[in-house]
């Protein structure tokens, strides 16, 4: 089992940025990919980024290249998502996951998951 906390959500004016941490517990941290997931009212989870087990190559959503940045401290047993230049349509629910797959964007590959942590942008 791995234990997946995220923090660092909140309320951000559009052109700001925010730093989501995903802390993990439990089994060896390195031995998995992770990425991250959103969830907006009303719509599906999305895929936002992944990051293979080294931090090595990173993946992300179209609509957040250039403005998020995914990465990893396996010392640290933590995921980042930098967010800067946030926009309104960034307002969702986050949430942090661990997979044995690699650079994988379907949400069904994810073994477990974090509660999620509110990111709320503000025009």
């Known amino acids: 089992q791995v234990q997946l906390v995220e923090s660092g959500g909140g309320l951000a004016q559009a052109g700001g940025s925010l730093r989501l941490s995903c802390a993990a517990s439990g089994r060896t941290f390195s031995n998995y990919a992770m990425g991250w997931f959103r969830q907006a009212p009303g719509k599906e989870r999305e895929f936002v980024a992944t990051?293979?087990?080294?931090?090595?190559?990173?993946r992300y959503l179209d609509s957040v290249k250039g403005r998020f940045t995914i990465s990893r401290d396996n010392a640290e047993n933590t995921m980042y998502l930098q967010m800067n230049s946030l926009k309104p349509e960034d307002t969702a629910v986050y949430y942090c996951?661990?997979?044995?797959?690699?650079?994988?964007?379907?949400?069904?590959?994810?073994?477990?998951w974090g509660q999620g942590t509110q990111v709320t942008v503000s025009p």
């Open positions: 990051i293979v087990r080294s931090g090595s190559i990173r």
């Open positions: 996951a661990a997979t044995s797959l690699a650079l994988t964007s379907s949400s069904r590959d994810y073994d477990y």
